[in-house]
């Protein structure tokens, strides 16, 4: 079992920055490829980036590359999301994600889910 907890949303202006910790309870967190998710009311949950066990390979979502930023401290079991130039429509709830496989851009294939952490942006 893998409990996740993120932590570092909030209210921002329009072009501020924002960064989220998602930090994990299991000593095996290496081998879990990570993802942030997020889901603003009345939509689906949508990818936002993923990131493999040693952190060689990331992936984001289109209309997020260039501003949203994913990493991981695997000697803290914490992955990260920076988010900068944010913008009004990037409020959601945010959640991150475990699996012991690829990390998918399908919330579906994940395993564990952290409770979420609420993105504001306003205009």
Request: glycine residues 10%; aromatic residues 12%.
């Amino acid at each position: 079992q893998v409990q996740l907890v993120e932590s570092g949303g909030g209210l921002v202006q329009a072009g501020g920055s924002l960064r989220l910790s998602c930090a994990a309870s299991t000593r095996t967190f290496s081998s879990y490829g990570m993802g942030w998710f997020r889901q603003a009311p009345g939509k689906e949950r949508e990818i936002v980036a993923r990131i493999t066990w040693s952190g060689d390979s990331t992936y984001y979502a289109d209309s997020l590359k260039g501003r949203f930023t994913i990493s991981r401290d695997n000697a803290k079991n914490t992955v990260y999301l920076q988010m900068n130039s944010l913008r009004p429509e990037d409020t959601a709830v945010y959640y991150c994600a475990a699996t012991p496989n690829w990390p998918s851009s399908s919330p579906g294939m994940y395993d564990y889910w952290g409770q979420g952490t609420q993105v504001t942006v306003s205009s």
